[in-house]
């Protein structure tokens, strides 16, 4: 589904390059769940942006779902990503002036969804997630475990492939944690969505059926479970 | 998507509801003072345009040179020959009406059965008046309204103040008691647009001059319907032609008469004559107050681009959201763009409100009668819908490209998010709005310095206490016996007439023969008639020679102008011009447009016309056929009754003449009506402007101290005092303010130069005028910053840090 080759990204700081990420190759079959670790700074977070194409690397070969990534333009690629893409944070994003339903209706918006289906989208998802009686409130009126159920949903509204979540449960207890990662595997299994997450938990990282190990910028090291 | 950005935009603002207020405020204050100012201007723009044929319609000036000095005067008023010649002998010329000023020089009594009235709106005007001027008639007909020698057409609040609701036509007016006019016809009231505006309009075949054609009297204004087609310049040219012929056997060239026409339309805001019939506009105030109109809608959407950009910073995290989610870049422009346009909708609102209810006031600052029914309705919408798209655009635009610009990368990085933006353009802004405020403080100050001076500047004249009671053309005997009952009253020190008002005189005389003297001899001088108490009730000082005596008023009683023997006071400047000193002037021989007589005395030079011009020569002379003034000078003690007193004798020598007084000092003070008008008009821009900065530089405070919470929070925890850190946050904002003073005060220096510049007698510009102006701004700007900086600095530091 998508191909990394050579891929780095470095900054200039003064006269020198640091690599954050360096000389990275990856492929990612469809229906995989990925987890990637790695100690704090070693480039986990800019990997999985230069995935979900939020951010460009400095050089390498990008292709996914048959494109080529790293000659699109931004709107093409905007497009691509819009259509295959799902993103979830440790800090959640919620937009704090939309309420629950407000906030998992924000991407139909962006692609064009008509009123009437948005309606049905969010009220199957809101069902799904088992938060229809929240759809009012504000991310505020929340607790961190379910604005990140509600991340996620917002995540999965449009349907996407791929799944990308940067430490999802960094800011739940493990018991929220355990449920996200319950629902995550559930997609993968049964949705048949692929998923590529960050985390510092070795134990969420089984979940996966794959670990990655960053160190310094490349692949230390990865484990098929 | 238009609702959903709707939707969220009016959240976002109900959730930002004190920077959603001062935008809002800000903007509905700018945009009230805009539909303000452009209704008066739209105004002015439009004067006369209201007449069907006003493209066709000219009217005659008179240029006049002086024969001492070459000076050109232009005069609105022209004799009463040209209209009835020129209709007949210019193929040119289609129709052609003269207008006299009835109540011009005095208000005339005009009487309906037990009713009697002081009217100052009285023309006369030639029977096709109506043919060519478009007044709408609510009874009678622009046809026939003038077929009667006798026809009176009165406007439509005339007639409800006479008659009520009965038929005003067929009834007659007795006006001052000599003509009695039949009233032909009703019209709406005269537009406030008009240069010919009247409450009653008679058949200038009353006149005893209408039989006669005079070239060398002016008391008339000329009016000419040119034929379709006809070029002004062309028409101009044949008049020229015409009368040069006329006259060509009359001395010099150059003074002969010399007409010029002005298109209708351009009378108003164009026209450099003398005496117009109401009081005309310029170009260049027109100019001055678009401009004003435009800095402070200007001003208003600084504020709203600079809290809205502000804004960002707390907007960061939702564009970066929006960006993973999809949105792009023109989305969100649009998004903000709506934010903006919501705003604006509501300020345009809020403003046009506050102009409604502002304008009754606003009215009576500019001395004309407007509102929005003012205006055409379409073209009111359309500006509305024009003033709606550009501050949309102009306050929305920035923001909305600087906001929709963030990269969704940021917000990943973590919390913090973008920048605040572009902090010099905010700051370039705050820096314009005060310099734009100093500016109107500075005129402020100055404007307010020299109507002070005016008002107290020792003219030569003693004003004080002096009541004025228009008496226009009564007789000797009469004005005599009442000064002789007057003065009897204890509190009344003396009484005294005099040709017209004594702070503004206008006579223009020439003296052409002076015993022996050396200077010029066609010297133009300005002179008036006065009782011969004069110079003793006005307190003016005499240099040499004597006042008048009761001789000197015996001597020019006499009805045949041959056996007068005048008496003169002149002025020191008069005496100098002749070329002599004050002492051997007194007892010389002059003779001045046919008035010989000696010179009595020699007054100090005193100003008898505004202090917008020199103190000219001037001739004060007995003379006893015609005075407009009474003057009585009173103690001041016990005014109400000395007044009462007055107004009994007044009632028992002219039963049939309202009682009307007033002082000297009023008098005065209208000579300087447009300069007072200008000087109020400066302090309320100085408020409004000194409001819109502050609400701008409020907004930006708050945003800046909320920005700052965290590192003023750890400076506490390391020792920072309340006042230190007060300091940090004013000093940043200070700093503006005193640039912005430093760019504007050179600036207001020049534009208040110019100003004084129109008044001879003027005050100095003094260095403490900028460094006033200059606290007064900082201290406002240190109050508003206060506001939010005391708020910060006191704040528990614990919890701003945990917030973190
Ligand atoms: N704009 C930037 N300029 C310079 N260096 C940067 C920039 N952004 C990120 N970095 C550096 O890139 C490196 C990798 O950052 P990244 O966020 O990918 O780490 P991470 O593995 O996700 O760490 P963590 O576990 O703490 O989230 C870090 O050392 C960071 O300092
Ligand atoms: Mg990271």
């Known amino acids: 589904m998508l191909s990394l080759q050579h891929i780095s990204k470095f900054y200039q700081a003064g006269g020198t390059r640091n690599f954050v990420i360096n000389d990275i190759s990856l492929e990612v079959e469809a229906g995989e769940f990925i987890s990637i670790m790695g100690p704090s700074g070693s480039g986990k977070s800019t990997l999985l942006n230069i995935i979900g194409m939020l951010d460009e690397p400095s050089s390498g070969y990008h292709y996914f779902a048959g494109e080529t990534v790293h000659q699109l333009k931004d709107k093409q690629r905007s497009a691509l990503y819009k259509k295959f893409i799902g993103f979830v944070f440790q800090a959640y994003h919620l937009i704090d002036e939309l309420t629950v339903y407000e906030n998992i209706e924000t991407p139909l918006i962006y692609q064009d969804f008509k009123s009437a289906e948005r309606k049905a989208m969010v009220a199957d998802m809101l069902d799904r997630f088992q938060i229809v009686g929240k759809k009012d409130l504000f991310p505020a009126q929340l607790s961190g475990g379910q604005q990140q159920l509600v991340g996620i949903a917002r995540a999965l509204i449009a349907g996407p492939k791929l799944l990308l979540a940067d430490e999802p449960t960094g800011n739940l207890n493990s018991k929220q944690g355990e449920e996200i990662m319950q629902l995550f595997k559930k997609l993968n299994k049964e949705d048949g969505v692929t998923i590529i997450q960050v985390t510092h938990s070795e134990k969420n990282a089984e979940y996966g059926s794959r670990i990655i190990n960053l160190l310094d910028g490349r692949i230390e090291s990865s484990k098929q479970l | ?804």
């Open chain 2, 1 to 804: 998507m238009i609702k959903n950005y709707l939707k969220t935009a009016w959240r976002f603002l109900l959730q930002n509801k004190l920077t959603s207020l001062i935008s809002l405020t800000g903007l509905a204050i700018g945009v009230g003072c805009f539909l303000l100012l452009s209704t008066y201007i739209m105004n002015e723009l439009r004067y006369d345009r209201f007449n069907d044929k006003a493209d066709r319609i000219v009217r005659l000036v008179q240029h006049i040179k002086s024969t001492n000095n070459n000076e050109e005067i232009i005069n609105a008023i022209t004799p009463s020959a040209p209209v009835p010649v020129f209709k007949q002998a210019l193929p040119e010329i289609a129709d052609g009406a003269r207008i006299f000023n009835y109540s011009g020089y005095k208000p005339a009594t005009v009487q309906y059965s037990d009713k009697l009235f002081n009217e100052r709106n009285i023309l006369m005007a030639d029977e096709s008046f109506f043919k060519i001027f478009s007044f709408d008639f609510l009874e009678g007909n622009s046809l026939t309204a003038f077929n009667q020698i006798n026809s009176v057409v009165i406007s439509a609040s005339t007639a409800k103040k006479y008659f009520g609701n009965d038929d005003p036509i067929g009834k007659i007016l007795k006006v001052n008691n000599v003509n009695s006019m039949l009233i032909t016809g009703v019209i709406k009231d005269v537009p406030a647009y008009s240069q010919i505006k009247f409450d009653l309009i008679g058949n200038y075949a009353m006149l005893s001059r209408s039989k006669t054609r005079k070239w060398d009297s002016a008391n008339d204004y000329s009016y000419f319907l040119l034929k379709p087609g006809t070029k002004v310049k062309s028409a101009e040219q044949k008049i020229n032609a015409y009368t040069d012929n006329l006259f060509k056997n009359d001395g010099d060239k150059d003074h002969r008469l010399q007409f010029t026409l002005e298109p209708l339309t351009r009378v108003h805001l164009y026209s450099k004559a003398n005496d117009n019939l109401v009081p005309a506009g310029n170009i260049r105030d027109i100019y001055i107050l678009s401009s004003v109109a435009l800095i402070l809608l200007l001003l208003a959407c600084v504020n709203f681009l600079n809290l809205f950009s502000a804004k960002s910073i707390e907007r960061a995290h939702e564009v970066g959201v929006r960006k993973v989610m999809g949105a792009l870049r023109g989305q969100l422009f649009i998004q903000f763009l709506t934010e903006a346009a919501i705003i604006t909708l509501c300020a345009i609102m809020t403003g046009t409100m506050l102009a409604w209810l502002i304008f009754p006031w606003f009215s009576n600052l500019i001395g004309h009668q407007l509102g929005f029914q003012t205006w055409d309705i379409n073209v009111l919408v359309l500006l509305l819908i024009g003033i709606f798209v550009s501050v949309t655009l102009l306050a929305g635009t920035y923001p909305s490209l600087y906001l929709s610009a963030f990269k969704a990368i940021i917000i990943l990085r973590g919390k913090s998010g973008g920048n605040a933006g572009n902090s010099t353009l905010r700051k370039s802004l705050v820096v314009f709005q005060f310099a734009v405020s100093v500016f109107f403080i500075i005129g402020t100050i100055v404007a307010a310095g020299q109507m002070d001076y005016i008002q107290h500047l020792d003219t030569g004249v003693n004003r004080s206490n002096v009541i004025v009671l228009d008496i226009g053309g009564a007789s000797y005997n009469k004005i005599q016996a009442l000064r002789t009952a007057l003065i009897q009253q204890p509190d009344i020190k003396n009484v005294s007439a005099s040709y017209d008002s004594p702070v503004n005189i206008a006579g223009g005389y020439t003296i052409d023969k002076a015993e022996g003297a050396t200077g010029n001899l066609n010297m133009m001088v300005t002179g008036i008639p006065v009782e011969r108490n004069f110079i003793n009730t006005l307190g003016i000082k005499l240099i040499a020679g004597n006042d008048f005596t009761l001789g000197d008023e015996q001597r020019v009683l006499d009805t045949n102008y041959q056996k007068r023997v005048y008496s003169f006071i002149l002025n020191e400047s008069a005496v100098k011009s002749l070329g002599w000193k004050p002492n051997d002037a007194i007892g010389k021989q002059i003779s001045m447009n046919g008035r010989q007589g000696e010179i009595r005395g020699v007054a100090s030079d005193f100003n008898f016309a505004s202090l917008h011009q020199k103190i000219t020569p001037i001739a004060i002379f007995p003379e006893y056929d015609y005075f407009g003034k009474l003057l009585v000078k009173v103690s001041g003690k016990d005014m109400l009754n000395t007044t009462n007193g007055i107004e009994r004798d007044w009632k028992s020598f002219f039963p049939d003449s309202p009682f009307d007084m007033h002082f000297l000092d009023q008098e005065y003070d209208e000579l300087y009506q447009n300069d007072q008008r200008a000087s109020d008009i400066l302090i309320v821009f100085a408020f409004i402007t000194i409001f819109l900065s502050c609400l701008g530089l409020f907004g930006l405070v708050i945003f800046s101290t909320r920005q700052r919470t965290r590192e003023i929070g750890i400076r506490k925890v390391l020792g920072a005092s309340i006042t230190s850190i007060l300091g940090i946050i004013s000093w940043d904002f200070l700093r503006l303010v005193g640039l912005a003073i430093i760019i504007s005060s050179p600036i207001a220096y020049y534009a208040m130069s110019k100003w004084l510049q129109g008044f001879v007698y003027r005050i100095n510009m003094q260095w403490w005028v900028f460094v006033l102006a200059g606290s007064v701004a900082m201290l406002i700007a240190f109050i508003t910053i206060s506001f939010q900086s005391v708020k910060a600095a006191i704040a528990n530091p614990v919890k701003s840090l945990r917030n973190e």
